[in-house]
């Protein structure tokens, strides 16, 4: 299986947009307005993992200072899973937040999603807080500092 990875400043096209949100609703469910939030960021990337020109995986994330990256939303179709995507998505968004400059890249996620949550773990991030959000969810928030 040939995978091709795929960066984009701000918002993506338009049809990598609406695949995404497919996937998104498929793995978390809910309305998936990320866009509108993404537009809202100053600073933002989106990084998708693309299989016979389709999204199989994505990662976005947004500036919250000239310090700190937030990793915000990510997922990998299931089908797709174990294949390592999550893990490239992730290095290469961290390789070009050390190239940029950024100090720590921030994430939150939730017990239930235990697969993420361990490849924060396994690859450097610290629970460094844990929150209630507007829904009453309880989230874990992680923090990794981005050595050079």
């Given at each position: ?9 701000a918002a993506p096209p338009e049809r990598i947009a609406e695949e995404i949100t ?74 070009d937040l050390r190239a940029t400059g950024y100090k720590i890249v921030r994430t ?15 690859t450097g991030f610290d629970i460094v807080a844990t929150e209630i959000d507007p ?14």
């Amino acid at each position: 299986m040939d995978i091709d990875y795929q960066k984009f400043i701000a918002a993506p096209p338009e049809r990598i947009a609406e695949e995404i949100t497919v996937l998104h609703r498929e793995i978390f469910g809910g309305p998936g307005h990320w866009l509108e939030q993404l537009n809202r960021q100053e600073t933002a990337w989106t990084y998708v993992a693309l299989v016979d020109n389709c999204v199989v995986g994505y990662k976005i994330g947004y500036a919250l200072d000239d310090q700190i990256f937030y990793s915000w939303l990510g997922g990998v179709r299931p089908d797709c899973r174990k294949l390592g995507i999550a893990s490239e998505l992730m290095r290469r968004q961290h390789a070009d937040l050390r190239a940029t400059g950024y100090k720590i890249v921030r994430t939150k996620t939730m017990n239930k999603w235990r697969c993420m949550l361990l490849l924060n773990i396994q690859t450097g991030f610290d629970i460094v807080a844990t929150e209630i959000d507007p829904r009453g969810q309880l989230k874990i928030v992680l923090e990794k500092k981005l050595l050079s």
